[in-house]
Nanobody
Framework: VQLQASGGGLVQEGGSLRLSCAAS????????VAWFRQAPGKERELVAH????????YYVDSVKGRFTISRDSSKNAVYLQMTSLKPEDTATYYC??????????????????WGKGTLVTVSS
């Protein structure tokens, strides 16, 4: 499975962006997918996670109500709709695919495949 993240850019505070994670490989649907982000000088952190069935999603508290993760199996893609963006959302965002258990969604070692990051910059 190969992943490619896109959709980042520069946006003003309060604006919106939609990140896309395009996957190659038929096995993509068998993996859960997460978006992580890493700001300069900070550790990488989990942002959102969606399970294979798309029925279960998870969000870190700081993005709840503002970000929505979704997946389109027909297109082998996962999306992260980001609204009400804040300067503290500025980071490089990565998509990753794996099979982590619930308690390990944020453990990056549980993800087998990673896309190259896409930079999101939110100006105040």
């Amino acid at each position: 499975v190969q992943l490619q993240a896109s959709g980042g850019g520069l946006v003003q505070e309060g604006g919106s962006l939609r990140l896309s994670c395009a996957a190659s490989g038929r096995a993509f649907s068998t993996y859960s997918v997460a978006w992580f982000r890493q700001a300069p000088g900070k550790e990488r952190e989990l942002v959102a996670h969606i399970r294979q069935s798309s029925s279960t999603t998870y969000y870190v508290d700081s993005v709840k109500g503002r970000f929505t993760i979704s997946r389109d199996s027909s297109k082998n893609a996962v999306y992260l709709q980001m609204t009400s963006l804040k300067p503290e959302d500025t980071a490089t965002y990565y998509c990753a695919a794996g099979r982590p258990i619930y308690s390990a969604y944020g453990d990056s070692s549980m993800y087998y495949y990673w896309g190259k990051g896409t930079l999101v910059t939110v100006s105040s």
